[in-house]
């Protein structure tokens, strides 16, 4: 897996915004927001292949939760990237 080149992540205030980098990227339907967790997995595959158990393993590095836990947001994170096409198969 891998996110989609053209588009950055971006702090606004509190809220970490995906935004696309070219005018035919911009679809004003959606706008893709991420929580801080979520931002940190982007920066840390930005430019990487990955897959879900690469982001286990980093929300297990950062933050005190259990494997199931992190595996579990690990695939729906994953899921969420490529259903709202910023990541790859």
Same mark, same amino acid.
Do not use: C
């Given at each position: 897996?891998?996110? #989609?080149? !053209?588009? /950055?992540? /971006?702090?606004?205030? !509190? +809220?970490?915004?995906?935004?696309? +980098?070219?005018?035919a990227q911009?679809?004003? =339907?959606?706008?893709?927001?991420? =929580?801080?967790?979520a931002a940190?997995l982007w920066?840390?595959?930005? !430019? ?18 259990? +494997? ?13 990237? #490529?259903?709202?096409?910023?990541? #790859?198969?």
């Amino acid at each position: 897996m891998k996110l #989609v080149e !053209g588009f /950055r992540l /971006r702090q606004l205030g !509190g +809220e970490f915004i995906v935004t696309p +980098e070219s005018v035919a990227q911009i679809n004003f =339907n959606k706008l893709i927001s991420l =929580n801080s967790s979520a931002a940190y997995l982007w920066k840390s595959v930005e !430019g990487k292949e990955f897959t879900a158990d690469t982001l286990k393993d980093l929300l297990l590095d950062r933050y005190e939760v259990s +494997e199931e836990i992190a595996a579990h947001d690990a695939e729906n994170i994953a899921r969420t990237w #490529v259903e709202a096409g910023i990541a #790859v198969e």
